[in-house]
């Protein structure tokens, strides 16, 4: 029997600094919610009243009001009523804004070149 000699481990690198994860982290918490995320993907294809996303979701308006009042907070989504229906508040995504948060999601999860 022989012995081989064990092959060099490499360095250890114990000041290894965390990177700043905040906020993608931030976007992927809002997004972990699954009507939040229906309700993007719904105002993907245009504009649509509280009341018409409450009943795609089959859930209560002020379920959906709150939902849209957090994705409001992130600036993903806008309201808007229309002049000549003032009963309404439409809702319609913000592509920049949702373009940005898809970029920091982006940075956690792009292959190393």
Known sequence: MSFTEPASLPELRLELAPPDVDAPLAVAVLLADRNRATILAILREGSHCVCEIA???DERSNNVSNHLARL???????????????????YERD??????????????????L
Do not use: N
């Open 55 to 57: 009943a795609a979701l």
């Open 72 to 90: 409001r907070e992130a600036s993903l989504v806008r309201a808007s009523r229309p002049a000549d229906d003032t009963r309404r508040v439409y």
């Open 95 to 112: 592509e920049a804004a949702c373009a940005a948060a898809f970029a920091e999601i982006g940075t956690l999860l792009a292959p190393k």
